[in-house]
C-alpha cells in the first residue's frame, strides 16, 4: 500500500485524536467483528477493511508508535521494526478478543469443517549409524521406522466389527456447538466428539477407537556410495499418513558414520599416517599400505622427511555427486629408534662420525639473525 493513499488511523477507527486507550481498544473490536472475513465471505473488501482497523489499532493501541504517528503521521512509521502495513492483523486480532472471551477459536465459521479436512502427515526422523566402509562404498540397508498405519482390525473407521457410529449427541452431528455470547454467537468445536460430528458406539478394541495402530515399517533403503556423517536422504511419503486421508509425510534418514581405526576422511581423500624407520627414510624402501580394499604397495623415496605425504591415486572415496574417487593420502612420519641393541648403537656411532653435523635452524627467523651476528 503507498502511504500517500493511506487513511489517517484516527478516521479508520472513528475515534479523536485525543482518544483514551478503551476508546480506541473498543471502537477497534467493533470494526473487527463488523468486517472480520470469517462473517463476511461474500464482501471482497472486509479483508482489507479488517486489515486496516487491525493496523490502525496496532500503531494506536501502541503508546511508542502512537506518538511516533502523531509527530510525523505514516511516515513516522517507516522503517526499522515498526508495525507498518505488514501488520499480522488475525494474530492481533485474536489476541485482543482472546483476552476478553478468553477462548481462541472464536469465528471458527465451518471451523469444525476446517479441522476435519484432510491434511498431510507428519514427517518422521530416523537416525542410522553406519560403518566407515559403508559411507565410501554404500550400503543397502533394512530398517525398521515405527509409524502409524491404518487398524487392520477396523479398516481404519474405529468402530469395532459389526457396530457403526452414530452422531454425537452433543452436537447433534453437527461438529460444532453454538454458543451466545452477549452480542455475539460463537461456534466453536464441538469437545465430545472432536468436531466429527459422530461417536462410536462401541470402539475398535485395537486401535482404542482411533482408526490407527502404531506399527513398525519394514523399508529397504539404497545409501549411495559416499555418503558421509550428516548425510540426510529424504524417502516421499514414507512418514506418517495424514489425518482424515491426507497424504503421507516424508521419511528423513540421518546418516552417522561410525569412525575408522586408522583412516581419517576429508571430503573424498582419505588419510593416514605410516611411521618408518631412519633407515627406511634415509635409503627408501617399499612398504604396505592398507587401503579400505586391499592392501597396496607404495615406493618410499630415499631421503624421504617426517610429514611427507604420498598419494595412492583413486583409493579415497567416490564423489557423491559422481565423478572420479579421491585419493588415499599417506602422511609420513620417521621414527627415531629408542632401544638400541649394543650393535646398533655401535652402527649409529659409526654413522655419526660420517654424517656432516648442521643443526642450523629449519627456518629464518630471530634465532638466525641473532647467529648471524655473532658468526
Ligand atoms: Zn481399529
Ligand atoms: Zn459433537
Redesign the pocket.
Known sequence: MNPVSKRDYYEVLGVGRDAGEQEIKAAYRKLALLHHPDRNPEHADAEDRFKEASEAYSVLSDPQKRAAYDRYGHAGLQGAGSAGPNVDAFSDFSDILGDFFGVGDLFGGGGGQRRRGAQRGEDVHYNLEIAFEEAVFGLSADIQVPRMETCGRCSGSGAAPGTGASA?P??RGR?EVLYQQGFLSIRRT?H??GGV?QILRSPCTQCRGQGRVQAQRKLKINIPAGVDEGTRLRLSNEGQPGPNGGPYGDLYVLLKVRPHPFLERHETDLHCTVPVNITQAALGAEILVPTLEEAQKLKIPEGVQSGAQLRLRHKGVPALSGGARGDLVVHIEVRTPSRLTREQRKLMEQLRESLPVDNAPAEKGLFDKVRDYFA
Open positions: 454425537c452433543t452436537c461438529g464441538c465430545a466428539c460430528g
